[in-house]
Structure formats: structure tokens, C-alpha cells
């Protein structure tokens, strides 16, 4: 019974996806994003989050554009950093693969946390094992010598947002 409701609620969202994204309410329209809503939640339940109705959470929300205004200071803050480094003369950089802790649990967290930080430049996520980031630094500072350290500099800007929205 558990799985014929969060299917339903799956097909449900699907379908109010569809009338967002076609803004029509003609019956053709309309049959066609009830027949594709039912594929897609057939095919792909197992790929949609463990409970949906969270989605329509307003203080997820609220988080969710807290992340998107933090993760954006932090781009423009790392293009500042990235073109310090292209333009001085002597190139200070220290590249290097670190390994950071996150203590989120789900994961689409940990997804959108290591996109997070392949989005800010001078930063790539190489792979993400248990609760572990592997993560190409462009300069590894010399006074960060732990992975706490480091993961307080990297993993700790995001974080917080990032466990709010999916926890």
C-alpha cells in the first residue's frame, strides 16, 4: 500500500511539473502529461526522493535559495581568487587532491554538496566514497595541514544550507 501512495504522489508531482513547464490546460496537453507522468514515475520512482511531499516544504525552500545566494558568493569570491592566481607572475599555486568529511547523510545532499564545490572555481569533486569527498584544490594553503581543517574550509561553507534543505 506504501508503494501504490508514493507512486501516486510521484505521478502527481510529475504531472504538476508538466503543466508548470507547459503552462497549457488544452486536453491533448493535458493527456500527455498524465500518460507521461505515469511512465515516468513507473520508470524512474526509484531515482525520485524517498519522500516527495518534502518538496513542497516552504522552509526547504527558504534554504534552498539561502544555498543558491551562499554558493553564488562563493563563485564570485573563488573567480576573484582563481584570477589573483592566472595573472600574478610567479603562479602561487600548491594543487593537489585533499580529502574532506561531510556528515551529511542522503545522497542527493552529498550530490548537490560536491557539485557545490565543482562549481566554485579552483575546486573539482574527483569522487565521493561513504563520507568522503576527494577534491582537487587549485592551492592547497601550507596552514591547513588536517583534513578537519580542510574540510572546515571547503565542506563547512556549504554544509549547514545544504543540511537544512535535505535533512
Known amino acids: 500500500m506504501e508503494r501504490l ?3 501516486l504522489l510521484d505521478m502527481i508531482i510529475i504531472f504538476v511539473l508538466w503543466l508548470l513547464l507547459t503552462w497549457s490546460l488544452d486536453l491533448q496537453g493535458v493527456v500527455a502529461g498524465v500518460v507521461l ?6 520508470i524512474l520512482s526509484k531515482l525520485l526522493p524517498a519522500k516527495a511531499e518534502r518538496l513542497f516544504s516552504p522552509v526547504r525552500w ?3 535559495l539561502m ?8 563563485i564570485v569570491m573563488a573567480n576573484f581568487d582563481v584570477l589573483y592566481r592566472v595573472l600574478h607572475p610567479n603562479l602561487p599555486i600548491r594543487p593537489g587532491i585533499v580529502k574532506v568529511k561531510t556528515t551529511l547523510k542522503s545522497d542527493e545532499a552529498k550530490t ?34 588536517d ?21
Not at 37 to 42: D, G, P, Q, R, S
Not at 148 to 154: K, L, P, S, V
Open 5 to 7: 501512495k508514493r507512486r
Open 37 to 42: 507522468a505515469v511512465i515516468f514515475a513507473l
Open 62 to 64: 527558504f534554504w534552498a
Open 67 to 74: 544555498h543558491l545566494i551562499i554558493l553564488s558568493w562563493w
Open 112 to 145: 548537490f554538496l560536491a557539485n557545490s564545490i565543482t562549481l566554485t572555481p579552483g575546486t573539482l569533486t574527483v569522487d565521493i566514497i561513504d563520507d568522503w569527498l576527494y577534491v582537487h584544490w587549485i592551492n592547497i594553503p601550507e596552514s591547513l595541514k
Open 147 to 167: 583534513a578537519e581543517a580542510m574540510t572546515r574550509d571547503i565542506v563547512g561553507r556549504f554544509e549547514p544550507t545544504l543540511r537544512r534543505v535535505f535533512d
